[in-house]
């Protein structure tokens, strides 16, 4: 009577919200691509609605398949996946398929997959499994150095495959490094980082480098008695500067330059109006022109026809925003939110420091999807082509983000077996 | 650190509220989008470029553009008050009208599609007055390949609608179903040049998807820009009186001006008119002209492999004396015991092997490369030899592909150890084996250009420039060609080429004699598993200031010395001279006709 047993512990709430998210994903692909006067079917596999059904279908069987596997098998093997999905990421750079400007696609068939997206889970588990020993601190530099060494393997192969987009995603792995101790200096400095790149963006060198030079000598003056301070100052001062002149260099050279249009068009859309800023006009006024309560399923206007781009992958947002409105776009909004907190909540009654640290890249990698799909529809964030978990179209995504969530629900359900190590 | 916990959760919830908030400003407060929305939407209207013009090397115009008018139709807005009579209008049944309704529909209801493509000039000027009455239907001009000539088909190549295939391999993104892209010759060679920068103009445009004004006043609109104009190294009328004398046969004939490399003529043999294969026309005459048995996509020049056949001999001498196993004066018995020969037994130096075509000369030279002696076991020593030996043949531009500017050209085969090994298995052959290709046949195969490349070789004595078919882009040298020298003492050249001039005044290429022409040649006969043999020749004039190399194969015409140093002699002369002296000749050639009604497939790859 192992099923029963094991029915009893899942966690039905993440399992329902996982399953509104995906049915919403699939109607709204449909609604997105649906033409009135040819008034396709909802199960035509000609269409990305249809084909999308197979890929839940599909997901549905994995998540039943994990449920199967031995709980101890993620963390036994952990090292193994990582090991593999790495030299597949190896592998596609040598001889994969090139899609849309990057080469991340391995042929399968009619189909294609794409590993890029499998090594989330994967680098996710390699990061639990090392973390998990009593003598590894992350306040010891060698642990961090390890720690990252871990995150920027994926990241480095994937940004040479041409796909920058997801390998900033491996980022979001910080979350779980920062619950489990990292320092937060480390977190300050990088966020500092990031603040000078966008203030770089927004002001002219010569007016930043002028304000960084009378900020200098004011604390400068005002600590005038204590001289450790100014030395602290005057280093401070130069890293600053140096960060700044650095901003020109990557953005002239080491950019390609999409990739500089669209970090540009973000602080100035009008640097390219009908190019990557027209993309995110033409969104912004699809979710805008839904309303309050939307125009309603189907009924929507500027999701058809073309005028957004990608309107069933990185774009499917604009669809609910146009037929479902701002009434809609909060219950999606609260799902996400349903979602998350419940897996922090989960993550938190984990009595296995491999399976907290799993957790929380679950959470990790979807809140960073979430946030940047979002934030890119409605233009608060540069476009970066990465799907919305569960909604957007495609199946390496719904397959591999199917995969992060029920591995996670698996060793949840087993959590009161896994109080030390086997 | 369970605190950290909490600062995540805010973290997550902090970021759900600056998205709500920002939604209910897009969604709520602010108004331009709605309106937008409503009223506005801008569509990005695609202008097609003209393509590039083509030239021949005497700036006559091969390639233009022609206008023709598509009817075009937007279901959504096709309104047909008068069936009957838009029928009897267009000169189309009704059934045709509603498969092409249907068409339309299913391609889009509020995209133009094509109804009927390119519509006669009778049509197009009653429709002018009639199309009023039509609303949802308009005519769109659009240019198409015109053609100054009936002949180069295999160079120019064509231009049609791009495939689904290519589009889903496609990476730029450039192209749309319903573009045009050149497909072959030098229109998809040269495809990025010739198609022009396509340019847009935005339309402000209304859910419906109805025009109704310019976008900021066309602020964001770009001209399309013509593709470049394109100069061929081809002389026009030497290519077309080539093709003359190919008339009825299967074979190649390419010449090339040996100080540049540029070809001068490019025959592919039978060829079509490119005419059929331009707009409309390309769909009804594709098919038939890709099933014709005598293939005349085939581009023989590039595509079609042959043994060499006697005129490897310039090769063979060449690299013998290089590797100092002969000199030029030593004088060889052959008994003709060795291989099968037309040349008499008895003893012959260089020159006068090369004359004569002397089989068995060049089966003995040949041994003396392969068997050095290096090594005791002969299969070891063959190994040795044969690899030292294809190395020099590969110098020659054998065995791989030269470059031209033209696609899909194939690199023949100079076969290597392991091709050996294989049919035979490793160290189970020697030269005996093997000894076929020292008269150039066996596995040796070649492509005609790469013959006529020889011809410029020798004439240059030593070195050659890549051959092309373009010599200026928009008026700038075409810049993919490199000069290759080979390894050899340019004096070894000139015992050889005295045997080739040797060949036509007196030996098997009489036929193209003319005193003032002093063409310099070999002829091949090359054998032929499956029909009468292939009539071959390679050759250069005048012989003290090389203007023209050429290579000719005819397929199933015979002895190399009839029809292939016929064409050969007759295209240099009026290159050279400018004039034709040999009427006789000229009917000789033109009288012969080997197509193939005995022989039913031309060889190709075969032999």
Redesign the interface.
């Known amino acids: 009577m192992r099923q029963d047993q094991l029915s009893q512990k899942i966690d039905w709430l993440t399992v329902s919200v996982y399953g509104a998210l995906v049915l919403a994903g699939w109607l709204n692909i449909y609604a997105a691509e649906y033409?009135p006067?040819?008034n396709q079917s909802i199960f035509d596999f000609d269409t990305s609605a249809g084909r999308q059904l197979i890929w839940i279908g599909t997901s549905v069987l994995i998540a039943f398949g994990i449920f199967f596997f031995d709980y101890k098998f993620f963390d036994l093997s952990a090292y193994i996946i990582y090991g593999v999905v790495m030299s597949m990421l190896l592998f596609i750079l040598i001889g994969g398929k090139?899609?849309?400007?990057s080469k991340s696609w391995i042929g399968l068939g009619g189909f294609g997959l794409q590993p890029s997206e499998f090594a989330k889970f994967a680098t996710a588990f390699a990061l639990a499994k090392y973390l998990d020993h009593a003598t590894r601190k992350l306040t010891d530099l060698n642990t961090l150095g390890v720690s990252f060494a871990i995150i920027l393997l994926p990241m480095a192969l994937t940004v040479l495959q041409g796909d920058t987009g997801t390998a900033l995603v491996f980022a979001a792995l910080v979350?779980p490094l920062?619950?489990?101790?990292m320092p937060p200096l480390l977190l300050i400095v990088a966020l500092s980082f990031f603040a000078v790149f966008i203030l770089t963006l927004l002001v002219s060198q010569t007016v930043l480098l002028a304000g960084i030079a009378i900020v200098t000598l004011l604390a400068l003056g005002l600590n005038a008695r204590t001289p450790r301070r100014l030395v602290y100052i005057i280093a401070g001062a130069i890293v600053v500067t140096s960060v700044v002149r650095s901003v020109d260099f990557i953005l002239t050279d080491v950019l390609k330059p999409h990739q500089q249009k669209r970090v540009l068009s973000l602080v100035n859309p009008n640097i390219d109006?009908?190019g990557v800023g027209?993309n995110v006009t033409?969104s912004?006024?699809?979710?805008?022109?839904?309303?309050?309560a939307g125009k309603g399923f189907l009924e929507g206007?500027?999701t058809k026809?073309d005028?957004v781009p990608e309107q069933t992958t990185d774009f499917i947002f604009c669809t609910i925003?146009e037929e479902h409105?701002?009434i809609g776009?909060?219950l999606m909004?609260g799902l996400?939110?349903t979602l998350?907190?419940r897996l922090?909540y989960l993550?938190?009654r984990q009595k296995s420091t491999f399976s907290r640290i799993f957790g929380?890249s679950v959470?990790g990698i979807i809140?960073f999807h979430f946030?940047v799909n979002?934030?890119m529809t409605?233009g608060?964030f540069p476009v970066i082509g990465i799907p919305l978990p569960f909604f957007s179209y495609g199946g390496s995504s719904l397959w591999a983000f199917t995969i992060l969530l029920f591995s996670f629900l698996k060793l949840d359900a087993h959590r009161m077996q896994v109080l030390q190590r086997w | 650190m369970r605190e950290r916990s909490l600062l995540i959760r805010g973290l997550i919830l902090f970021t759900v509220i600056i998205f709500a908030v920002r939604l209910f400003y897009i969604q709520i407060i602010d108004e331009d989008y709605k309106v937008a929305a409503e009223n506005n939407v801008v569509q990005k209207i695609v202008q097609y470029p003209f393509r590039g013009l083509v030239y021949d090397r005497n700036d006559s115009l091969v390639i233009y553009n022609s206008p023709v008018y598509d009817l075009m139709i937007v279901p959504k807005e096709a309104e047909i008050a008068d069936t009957t009579a838009f029928c009897d209008l267009l000169g189309i049944d009704r059934e045709m009208l509603e498969e092409n309704l249907r068409k339309a529909k299913g391609f889009s209801s509020i995209l133009a599609s094509k109804f009927i493509e390119q519509i006669s000039d009778d049509l197009f000027a009653k429709l002018q007055d009639q199309l009023i009455n039509y609303p949802g239907f308009y005519v769109l001009p659009r240019t198409i390949r015109s053609y100054n000539t009936q002949s180069l088909a295999n160079v120019v190549g064509y231009v049609g609608e791009v495939s689904s295939n290519f589009l889903n391999r496609d990476t730029t993104n450039y192209y749309k179903s319903g573009d045009y892209i050149g497909i072959g010759g030098i229109e998809k060679s040269y495809e990025e040049h010739l198609r022009g920068k396509r340019g847009s103009t935005f339309k402000v445009v209304n859910v419906q998807g109805i025009i109704k004004d310019d976008y900021r006043d066309g602020e964001y609109d770009t001209l399309p820009q013509s593709g470049e104009n394109i100069h061929l190294t081809i002389d026009l009328e030497l290519q077309q009186y080539a093709e003359k004398l190919m008339e009825g046969k299967v074979g190649s004939v390419v010449a090339i001006e040996p100080s540049t490399g540029q070809i001068l003529a490019f025959v592919s043999a039978p060829s079509y008119d490119p005419q059929l294969l331009s707009g409309k026309s390309l769909s009804k005459n594709f098919p038939e002209l890709n099933k014709d048995e005598n293939k005349p996509f085939l581009n023989r020049p590039i595509q079609a492999r042959y043994p060499p056949g006697s005129m490897f001999k310039t090769i063979q001498g060449i690299i013998a004396m290089h590797e100092g196993v002969v000199t030029v004066d030593e004088i060889i018995k052959t008994d003709g015991s060795n291989i099968g020969d037309l040349a008499p037994p008895g003893p012959y130096n260089m020159i006068k092997a090369i004359t004569k075509s002397s089989n068995n000369y060049f089966y003995l030279i040949m041994r003396r490369m392969v068997q050095q002696g290096v090594d005791e076991s002969p299969y070891i020593d063959s190994r040795i030899g044969l690899e030292k030996w294809r190395e020099y043949v590969m110098n020659f531009g054998l065995g791989r592909k030269l470059g031209v500017d033209l696609p899909n050209e194939i690199a023949g085969n100079v076969p290597s150890l392991e091709w050996y090994d294989r049919v035979y298995g490793a160290k189970r052959w020697k030269y005996s084996n093997i000894a076929s290709l020292s008269i150039g046949q066996g596995e040796l195969l070649v492509t005609p250009l790469q013959m006529a490349n020889l011809g410029a070789i020798l004439a240059n004595r030593g070195y050659f420039i890549t051959p092309h078919v373009v010599d200026k882009i928009e008026g700038w040298p075409n810049p993919n060609i490199k000069k290759e020298k080979l390894p050899f003492d340019p004096v070894l050249f000139e015992p050889i080429i005295q045997g080739m001039e040797q060949v036509v005044k007196a030996g098997s290429g009489i036929r193209g004699y003319l005193d003032s022409l002093k063409l310099a040649g070999k002829t091949s006969t090359v054998q032929n598993p499956h029909g009468e043999d292939h009539s071959g020749f390679m050759g250069f004039a005048p012989l003290d200031n090389p203007q023209i190399s050429i290579a000719a194969y005819v397929e199933n015409a015979g002895q190399g010395g009839r029809a292939a140093v016929s064409v050969a002699s007759l295209l240099a002369e009026k290159y050279v001279l400018g004039k034709i002296s040999r009427p006789w000749l000229e009917d000789y050639v033109l009288e012969e006709r080997y197509l193939p009604q005995n022989a039913p497939r031309p060889t190709i790859a075969e032999n």
């Open positions: 033409d006067d040819i090139e899609v849309a400007g979350v920062f619950r489990e101790g109006p009908l027209w033409q912004k006024i699809a979710i805008g022109s839904g309303g309050f206007t500027q026809f005028f925003g409105g701002w776009s909060l909004l996400f939110t998350l907190l922090v993550a938190e929380y959470v809140f946030t979002i934030a409605i608060l």
